[in-house]
């Protein structure tokens, strides 16, 4: 069940990645084809990039409104992807945490060796996993 869940997280983000750097080629490609009169700096400042969709459309020619067009779908897709994968991991996560437990009883984890814990000696280890 573990290669699984490591399976789904792989795949997530190899997704995510490739949203990701699909959207900054698509704010390159906008940004290339800004108007005449508008300025790189109204829409880059340091690190800091305008979302596409913030991105005034007058600003731009027709060549550049176009690829915004293009590039707000694959920036929807990409948050989509992002919250609904996150979604998704959750939801899973809260299946394998309660998968191998009876009804009712779920893993803790005991980190004070003044909690009472079921273990055979009392020499064990109090930091690992015990049935509550």
């Known amino acids: 069940m573990i290669y699984l869940a490591a399976g789904l997280i792989v795949v997530w983000l190899a997704g995510l990645l490739f949203f990701a750097g699909q959207a900054l080629n698509d704010i390159r490609?906008?940004?290339?084809?800004?108007?005449?009169?508008?300025?790189?700096?109204?829409?880059?400042?340091?690190?800091?990039?305008?979302?596409?969709s913030k991105i005034n459309p007058t600003r731009l020619t027709d060549l550049g409104r176009?690829?915004?067009?293009?590039?707000i779908q694959h920036e929807r897709i990409m948050f989509a992807w992002a919250v609904g994968g996150l979604i998704v991991l959750v939801c899973f996560f809260s299946y394998i945490q309660a998968w191998g437990t009876a009804p009712g009883q779920a893993y803790t984890f005991?980190?004070?060796?003044?909690?009472?814990?079921?273990?055979?000696?009392?020499?064990?280890?109090?930091?690992q996993f015990s049935r509550r």
Request: with cysteine.
């Open 29 to 52: 490609v906008v940004l290339n084809n800004l108007a005449p009169d508008a300025r790189y700096s109204d829409f880059v400042s340091g690190l800091k990039i305008k979302l596409v």
């Open 66 to 71: 176009q690829h915004q067009r293009r590039a």
């Open 110 to 127: 005991v980190s004070s060796p003044l909690q009472s814990c079921d273990f055979p000696d009392k020499g064990a280890n109090p930091t």
